[in-house]
């Protein structure tokens, strides 16, 4: 059916999938989202301490405090600091050192994460850095005493955004900070998908197919509204759509257009416009409900064309009874 290899190729070509095995958690930040799924099966005991402080809260509103863009390596790093006007804070771990899984045998490699330590192997807590090249460098074998960096993920969505921060002008603030990047970057929110999650970056717009779905929830609800109404009139990045660096009423317009709607890939028949699993004549009824009418959001609009018409009764005729 033609449909089914349209879905096919789009969730080939941009689709990004968070193994069952594995958690994923996005790192939403100044200049936007970067998704990132965590090796549990190599690296138990960060990948553990890491989601304890996700889950905290801990990371909400640090910032990336180093951007170090030499001829050796090339990192992006965060987790221990936050920024409040013109003063640095360091963020105070809760938690005692981890051991170093470094042994694991995962490389340093471009879009890698990897914990941040001292001099001192098992001294890892809340900071991270993200490769921005392969840093094999830090690789366990390039260390006399047989620990290097613990990798213990890597990113599956928002290199582009990675390779933003990693481009970023950077100065020297102190001995501490000498690669500070300014404007600061902000880690807004960081969280953990559901199992199993897959994203959709439509189109490769940077969008996603439910836009106004910021939580990555799969529905559009009351948390994405409030979302918008805490950022009403401001320039935070998340929530404008259209992207015109602010939100206001065009904002509220787009999610009353997507409120409480599925997306359409979650569905088991493309014309299963009801969403109960079999084609019939409640979906035809929805499709004539919205015949010849056009826009975004119409029900009837299986082939996401823009308009209600004889091609998506062909496809609802295709599916009819499955």
């Not at 799924?37 to 890491?50: G, R, S």
């Not at 501490?176 to 897959?198: A, S």
């Not at 409120?259 to 009824?285: C, E, G, L, M």
Request: aromatic share 14%; proline share 3%.
């Amino acid at each position: 059916m033609r449909k089914t290899v349209i879905i096919s190729l789009l969730v080939v070509s941009l689709c990004f999938i968070c193994h069952a095995d594995n958690s994923c958690v996005v790192m939403r930040t100044t200049f936007g989202d970067i998704i990132i799924e965590l090796f549990q099966t190599d690296a138990p005991i960060t990948v553990e301490n890491f989601l304890h402080y996700v889950t905290t809260g801990f990371y909400d509103e640090t910032c990336i405090h180093r951007v170090d863009n030499n001829s050796s390596f090339s990192i992006i790093q965060g987790g221990g600091y936050n920024v409040i006007g013109y003063t640095i804070y360091i963020k105070t771990p809760d938690r005692e050192p981890i051991v170093n899984e470094s042994y694991n045998g995962l490389s340093n490699l471009r879009g890698t994460i990897a914990m941040a330590r001292t001099t001192d192997p098992d001294s890892a807590t809340s900071q991270f850095f993200i490769n921005h090249e392969d840093n094999t460098l830090f690789d366990k074998a390039n260390y006399a005493d047989g620990y290097g960096y613990c990798v213990f993920g890597r990113v599956i969505h928002g290199m582009d955004v990675v390779n933003i921060i990693a481009n970023s002008p950077n100065y020297w603030i102190s001995q501490q900070f000498q690669n500070f990047p300014i404007p600061v970057i902000t880690i807004q929110r960081v969280f953990e998908l559901p199992d199993g999650f897959m994203t959709l970056d439509f189109k490769g717009t940077g969008h996603y197919l439910l836009e106004a779905d910021f939580n990555y929830s799969g529905i559009v609800d009351n948390w994405d509204l409030r979302t918008l109404a805490d950022r009403w009139l401001t320039e935070d990045t998340l929530g404008d759509m259209p992207v015109d660096g602010i939100i206001n009423f065009p904002e509220f317009a787009g999610l009353a257009k997507s409120w409480q709607r599925t997306s359409v890939w979650k569905r088991v028949y493309p014309a299963d416009i009801n969403y109960n699993n079999k084609v019939n004549f409640k979906d035809y009824a929805l499709l004539v409900s919205d015949w010849g009418k056009e826009g975004t959001e119409l029900y009837g609009d299986i082939n996401l064309d823009g308009t209600v018409d004889y091609a998506d009764i062909a496809y609802l005729a295709d599916d009819w009874l499955k």
